[in-house]
Structures are given as C-alpha cells and as structure tokens.
T-cell receptor, first 116, second 110 residues
Framework: SAVISQKPSRDICQRGTSLTIQCQVD?????MFWYRQQPGQSLTLIAT?????????ESGFVIDKFPISRPNLTFSTLTVSNMSPEDSSIYLC?????????????FGEGSWLTVV | EDQVTQSPEALRLQEGESSSLNCSYT??????LFWYRQDPGKGPEFLFT???AGEEKEKERLKATLTKKESFLHITAPKPEDSATYLC???????????FGKGTSLLVTP
C-alpha cells in the first residue's frame, strides 16, 4: 500500500490569499490526482497531476485557480489561488497503485481549508 | 456520462443488526468499482476493488458484491466502531480517476 502525507492538514485562510498544499508519497507512483470534498458532499476530481507536464483538469476547474505541479514520481503540490469562502473544503491527494492483479486508489488524510 | 447513486443516504442500525448498502452505477466500460470508509475529518480508507460481475470480497464484517448494474456492501453483525460514511466509486476504462457517489452515513448504536 502507498502512504500519503499531506501538508498542511488544516488551515484558516484569509479571503484573496493563496495556499499551496503538498502531497508526498512513500513510493514512486505513476498517477496522482487531486480531489475536493466540499462540506457535507462527496469527492469531486479536480485534476490529474502529470509528471513533467501540465496537469489535466476536469470540467469546472482551471489552471489559473488551481495550479498543480508534479516535479517527480513521489511529490505534487496543489495551489488554491485567490481564495473565497466557496473554496472552503477538504482537498485530497490520491495515488493509483497498479499491480498485476488490479489497481488500488489510495487517499491522503486531506487538507481542511477554511476561508474567512 | 458515468453516474453513481448510493442508497440509503443514512442508515441507523442496532449493534448486531445486519444490513446492506446499495451502489447503482452506469459507466462506459467498468475498469473497477471501489468501496471506501470515511470517518469525519479524515481521508477515505480503501476497503475493496471489484472488477467483474459476480465477484465478491470480504473483510471482517464487510462483504462486497458486484453485478452489471449495482454493488452491495453487506455489513454482518455491525458494531458501533463500524459507524462511518461508506463511499462507492467507479473507475472507467478511459482512465484511473474515480467518480464517487454521495455516500451512505451509517450509525450503529449499542
């Protein structure tokens, strides 16, 4: 299994500021993803983080608002830019672990952001 | 478009009272169907991946089954520590990202 560490785990942010979330995995993984979970809601995919190239964003999410970096196979960052109270959510890093018998998707503990 | 619908939204059980959670899905080619447990303020904890109709997997008091249209998570003789939100998600052949249902919030009382 993959162990995923996210920082920060929790933060309170001022409106209009930006915050970068870090995701570190304990092994090399091919695929990394970023999800958002708004209060009381389920998980929504923001983007797939591609190593060495631009992230692939889902409909409704744009690079200017959620820039993503992935410099290597174990690390990625998600920035939430120009935050508003609507950005208050849990942001989750996820990785795909592929084996000969199938695949497992693991999640970090999440970064809980509150925008005031 | 892929869709995942979970029912019921919330379920309250007495300790020892077995029940099932439902996950209905439509997907353009199923690569895998995933079940997770999520405790408040934490990330989803992986439980099972099912790949084809007829497949079953078990873990302690949990058993997951899969048909071509739905999956069930059976909870046998639940304990209060099984209280959590259970999430179902599908993965299509087109990629590895997951499309989640809204979850079932389970409360098991002593």
């Amino acid at each position: 299994s993959a162990v995923i560490s996210q920082k920060p785990s929790r933060d309170i942010c001022q409106r209009g500021t930006s915050l970068t979330i870090q995701c570190q995995v304990d092994s090399q993984v091919t695929m990394m993803f970023w999800y958002r979970q708004q209060p009381g809601q389920s998980l929504t995919l923001i983007a797939t983080a591609n190593q060495g190239s631009e992230a692939t964003y889902e409909s409704g999410f744009v690079i200017d608002k959620f820039p993503i970096s992935r410099p290597n196979l174990t690390f990625s960052t998600l920035t939430v830019s120009n935050m508003s109270p609507e950005d208050s959510s849990i942001y989750l890093c996820s990785v795909a672990s592929l084996t000969g018998s199938g695949n497992t998707i693991y999640f970090g503990e999440g970064s809980w952001l509150t925008v005031v | 478009e892929d869709q995942v619908t979970q029912s019921p939204e919330a379920l309250r059980l007495q300790e020892g009272e077995s029940s099932s959670l439902n996950c209905s899905y439509t997907v353009s080619g199923l690569r895998g169907l995933f079940w997770y447990r999520q405790d408040p303020g934490k990330g989803p904890e992986f439980l099972f991946t099912l790949y084809s109709a007829g497949e079953e997997k078990e873990k302690e008091r949990l058993k997951a089954t899969l048909t071509k249209k739905e999956s069930f998570l059976h909870i046998t003789a639940p304990k209060p520590e099984d209280s959590a939100t259970y999430l179902c998600a599908v993965q299509a052949y087109s990629g590895y990202a997951l499309n989640f249902g809204k979850g079932t919030s389970l409360l098991v009382t002593p």
